[in-house]
């Protein structure tokens, strides 16, 4: 099995930061993409920021200049920096792997379980 295990959430007044992490275990052959997405309350969860193997980044438009996506490949591990946080940032943050597994060779989509920013005004 695979798990995904993000850290790094909490309650940040406007303006502030937070550095997001998230650590993939077990059963890895190889890790393709990368990426953050988030749920505010009664929204649909969106695509925050993505990283490929090679380290090309993508980003939402709404974060483009405040948030920045970096991985390293030899911990299994992505982060997100999140800086001039603005009360709209406030969401469960999830991440997200494409896996290839040491055991089956299949590769599929993995989810962590999120972890809670909340940004206050």
């Known amino acids: 099995q695979v798990q995904l295990v993000e850290s790094g959430g909490g309650l940040v007044q406007a303006g502030g930061s937070l550095r997001l992490s998230c650590a993939a275990s077990?059963?890895?052959?190889?890790?393709?993409?990368m990426g953050w997405y988030r749920q505010a309350p009664g929204k649909q969860r969106e695509l925050v920021a993505t990283?490929?193997?090679?380290?090309?980044?993508n980003y939402a438009d709404s974060v483009k200049g405040r948030f920045t996506i970096s991985r390293d490949n030899a911990k299994n591990t992505v982060y997100l920096q999140m800086n001039s946080l603005k009360p709209e940032d406030t969401a469960v943050y999830y991440c997200?792997?494409?896996?290839?597994?040491?055991?089956?060779?299949?590769?599929?989509?993995?989810w962590g379980r999120g972890t809670q920013v909340t940004v206050s005004s």
């Open positions: 077990g059963s890895i052959f190889r890790i393709n993409a």
């Open positions: 997200n792997a494409d896996i290839r597994d040491r055991i089956t060779l299949a590769a599929r989509p993995y």
């Open positions: 990283i490929t193997s090679s380290g090309s980044t």
